[in-house]
Every structure is written in C-alpha cells, then in structure tokens.
C-alpha cells in the first residue's frame, strides 16, 4: 500500500471531507455525487492501509492519521497550484525573472528612456539590471549568471546569438575654445589621437573612438584617460582635450553646455558604434528577446538620430 498510487484528485476529495466536516457538503463543493464521493474516499483508505475518518450513522470524525495526511496533502495541493501559477507565467511575454547585463557606455543612457514603457507594458517582468564592461558581461553571459547582455558589436563568442538593434552615431565633445569648436561639421581626417581623452583600457568604446582617426593619427601619446563618460565628459570641459561620445550620451547632461560643444561627424561613412542583443544560444525565451529588442527600438527618441536595425 503506497500513497504514491494516488492522484492530486484524491488529495483534494479527502481534504474537502475533512474541512467540510460532511461527505453530502464535501461532495456538493466537488461537484460529485455523495456515494460516488463516499466510495472513492473507502478506496483512497483501503489503497493507504488506514483509516482517515471514522464514522457512525449521525457523525464523521476524522482520525490522528487523517489529520496527519490532511496536513500534508494540503501543502501538495499548494505547490501544484504554484506549478500551475509559473507555468501560466511561462507562457505569458517578458514575465517573470530576467538578468539583463548592459555595457557602462550604455546602460546610464539607455534605460532611462527604456524602463518607463517596460514596467507599464509587462508589469510581470522581474528586471535585474547589471552594468560593467563588455568582457565581464560577456563572461557572466556563458556563465549563465545572466540571460541578456546589452552591448556594442562585435560579440565573438561560442555558444551565444545575437540581434542587431540600432546604429548609434558618435558626436564630437570639444571645449568651446578649441579651434574647431565653431565648425557645423567635423571630418574623420580633422581628428588627433594625441588630442583626444579616452575611456581606459578595457571600455571598447575607448578603441571604436580611435578608429575614427586616420590611421596615421590614432597613436595616443596622451595619457588623460577617464572612467566613466561623465568623468571624460568633465575633462573636455575642463579643455583637456576633446573626444567622441555616443549620441544617446550627449543630450544626457545639458548643464555643461557653455563648456563644452557637440559638433557632427561629416562625410559618407557614419561612424558610430552597432548596439546588439545578446543571449545563448540555448537559452529558452527567443521571443521575449525579440519583445525586448522590439521595445528597445521603439523607445528612443528621434533627436538622438540612430538608425534602428531592420527585423531579420
């Protein structure tokens, strides 16, 4: 005899009995016919070797065993439920945990415009958020640590897809008293990298920068170098030198707009950085990427001029 032979069904019918206090109540709130109800709770006895009530013709009374089975049927009966509460959450969109890493070049500038229609949206969707570099991300990403990560392309890594989701231009940041200041437009061929300020090692925004330069140009002999945009931010205001932010980042901090200008980069190539969704390749919810990546776009503003990437 074995409780194992016996289905969430019975639970329920022998829990019903014994809060009920009745079989002809319990039989009513099941929607089963009383002999019916009586009859599958002998059977339910028999299959256990025990008897959960005792009876007599005016009361039913149920026994230290039959509490002791109560007590745990109903914990059973609540995990199921629970089942059936994450299940139903599976098979609703961006619902539930999800760890979403994005790039410290990125996530301050991003998320402020993405987070507002994200919780109004899916308000079921529980967003972790991490920021860091692009490698560590990365890493945590394999790892499984995280489910998305937020970056600039390339992403060459085994095990991981990705979705291309928008074209960032990058802008000129320069003091106001520099020469080329009170341009409209600057050109690839103007650029120094022994007048610019960077990102340190590390940022691979630091390295897409210097790639604007002529090659000729891109030797770096300046050693100012910063670690968040904010802080490179400052140093051009402070006329350290001048250097190329993403275009979601300038219009961030308008308060040190006498000190510093934002000046286009001209001619036929747009130099900007390509911002990609990655995940693995095994990870299971491709159309909550696809949501997120979907929202993403829609949630940017025009002014910041990126150019979304097409659905594939």
Not at 37 to 57: C, M, Q
Not at 73 to 78: F, I, K, S, V, Y
Not at 180 to 195: E, F, N, P
Not at 246 to 264: D, E, H, N, T, W
């Amino acid at each position: 005899m074995s409780a194992r032979h016996l289905g969430f069904r019975d639970l329920q019918y022998v829990v019903s009995v014994a809060e009920c206090g009745s079989v002809s109540r319990a039989a009513e709130a099941c929607a089963i016919t009383q002999p019916a109800l009586s009859e599958r709770i002998k059977r339910i006895e028999s299959t256990l070797g025990v008897d959960l009530f005792e009876r007599n013709k005016r009361s039913l009374r149920i026994t230290p065993a039959g509490e002791r089975f109560v007590l745990i049927a109903r914990e059973m009966l609540d995990q199921a439920v629970e089942i059936d509460e994450i299940v139903a959450s599976a098979h609703k969109p961006l619902s539930g945990p999800l760890r979403v890493g994005a790039i410290a070049t990125l996530g301050p500038y991003l998320m402020p415009h993405l987070l507002p229609p994200l919780r109004q949206k899916f308000p079921d969707l529980e967003l972790v958020l991490q920021e860091g570099l692009t490698d560590s991300l990365i890493a945590a990403l394999q790892a499984g640590s995280l489910d998305v990560v937020i970056a600039a392309a390339p992403i060459h890594a085994p095990g991981l897809d990705q979705i291309a989701v928008f074209h960032e231009p990058f802008v000129l940041a320069i003091p106001v008293d520099h020469r080329m200041a009170k341009r409209k437009t600057v050109y690839a061929k103007d650029l120094c990298g022994d007048d610019m300020v960077l990102l340190e090692d590390g940022h691979c925004l630091t390295g897409q920068a210097l790639d604007v330069c002529p090659a000729k140009q891109r030797h770096n002999r300046n050693r100012l170098h910063a670690m968040t945009l904010e802080t490179l931010r400052h140093m051009v205001a402070t006329g350290s030198g001048y250097t190329l932010l993403p275009s979601l980042a300038v219009g961030a901090r308008p308060a040190l707009g006498q000190l510093i200008r934002y000046v286009k980069l001209g001619g036929k190539q747009q130099y900007g950085r390509e911002i990609i969704v990655v995940y693995r390749k095994s990870f299971g919810r491709q159309e909550d990427i696809a949501l997120l990546v979907e929202l993403i776009q829609k949630s940017i503003p025009e002014k910041f001029g990126l150019r979304l990437a097409r659905a594939s």
